[in-house]
């Protein structure tokens, strides 16, 4: 036999942090246990290395009774991965009912793409036929209303996900190391999914559709230079017609897989470091923990009854209630609406871009609100991370919150009197909160004092055998070494 030569895994740097960030790699992959069962892995820069030791399968793990299962497992560790991963994995126990928003996101996920799916068959790209075709799948496709309506519902219910997953992870500091990298795919997958449902937005070719598009294109030509050039290039000329309903078709169909290979990215981002909790502060052993199943799966199951509730209401009760009744009209051209509203999960943001007298100035803005999402972990300078110990940036994240939501309801009205005046102040405390508040109170903020262990403030005290009672963490002590 030929020996083979790996070059893939060094065990004498599994102490260095390219070792140890290898052993996670493999681990969350499923491969640990069967690149160490088959491989005898040689250095990583070329010096010498092992020839494969053995091509016998390895032994399926204890818990498959399937024959067939363990065959499987024997030969690519597809489902004791999966039960590493998301059955046994130990998870913090004192996550809240604010995790469960990331689950719930994933599930929109997918029946936006399901839906999307369908919904594509009977779709026509073009600006004569696009308003017809959606109209034809609402009154006579067969059940065409209800998955438009799924749509819809989940677009919606998919952005609340997303943004309470966001202030969720702000608030508890779960974009401080070692989530850096976690954090910024999830903000990718933020941006990943504006692009996408700005996409899908244009697509129904309604009044809404058609202006907003067009509000778009002007804002994109106001940069100095390559703007009117790169405003024509997205829309396929001069003026938005079939060139640019295909495009912003082909943009929408094909971003809803990237996003999906992005969640799985960010999936497997969360294993390598593990999840945050509200204490924010590192597991220290077992005492920490529990399984993800049954303790999470049934959790999350209790969040998901509640999200289907509110879908099945949005779906059945209220299906254009979140969407603007112009877009239910033909785009016209030549009849400009009395003002042109985005839908409410861009509202904000739209607010931002019309807060300042500049198209220009707005742009940067408007963009740069999201952008600056990317900077957070190195623009908060606190060594805490949970806003809990930290007196005076739990009070900033209560007043993010109320700009978040003002500049939401600015964005749904027209900017003149009160609402541009609280649009620019929304604008304003969102840049003063991540530009100067964070990088500042790192050094004049005084955090409270942080627990010993997740463990000690959740478990009650156990009675020792002389009869005093040792805090839950003392008595668990011990496994932190392992």
Known sequence: MVPVRVLLFDPGVTGSATGRWQVAAFRHFGLSDWLKDLLMAGPLLGNSATPLASTAPTAAPPGLTSPFARWIDQRLPIISGFRREYVDYPTPRNLTYLWNFGALATIALAALILTGIFLSINYTATGAAAFASVETIDRQVSSGWIIRSTHMAGV???????????????????????????????????????????????????????????????????IPGFGHSLAN?????????????????????????????????????????????????????????????????????VGLCVFLVAFAVLVFYLPGWLTQADNYIEANPFSTPSDITPEWYFAPFYAVLRAVPSKFGGLLLSAGSVLVLFAVP?????????????????????????????????????????????????????????????????????????????????????????????????????????
């Open 233 to 301: 290039w997205l829309q396929g000329g001069e003026t938005l017609g079939d060139a640019a309903l295909h495009r912003f078709y082909v943009l929408h169909f094909v971003m809803g897989f990237l996003i999906l290979g992005a969640v799985v990215l960010h999936v497997a981002a969360l294993h390598v470091t593990g999840s945050n909790n509200p204490l924010g502060i590192d597991v220290k052993g077992p005492q920490d923990t529990l399984p993800f199943h049954p303790y999470y799966t049934s959790k999350d199951g």
């Open 378 to 482: 190195w623009l908060d300078t606190s060594p805490v991370r949970s806003a809990r110990f930290r007196p005076i940036y739990r009070r900033l994240m209560v007043l993010l919150a109320v700009s978040f939501l003002l500049l939401l309801a600015a964005g749904l009205h027209r900017p003149q009197g009160i609402w541009l005046g609280l649009s620019r102040l929304a604008t304003l405390y969102w840049f003063l909160h991540f530009l100067v508040l964070l990088p500042l109170l790192g050094s004049v903020e005084k955090t409270l004092p942080l627990p010993e262990s997740i463990g000690r403030p959740v478990l009650p005290p156990r009675p020792s055998s002389s009869g005093t009672r040792i805090p839950a963490g003392a008595a668990a002590a011990p496994m932190e070494k392992n």
């Open 156 to 222: 919606s219910l998919f952005f609340i996900a997303l943004y309470v997953h966001t202030y969720r992870s702000l608030y508890y500091g779960s974009y401080k190391a070692p989530r850096e990298l976690l954090w910024l795919t999830g903000v990718l997958l933020l941006v990943m999914v504006m692009v996408t449902a700005f996409a899908g937005y244009v697509l129904p070719w309604g009044q809404m559709s058609y202006w907003g598009a067009v509000v778009v294109y002007n804002a994109v030509s106001t």
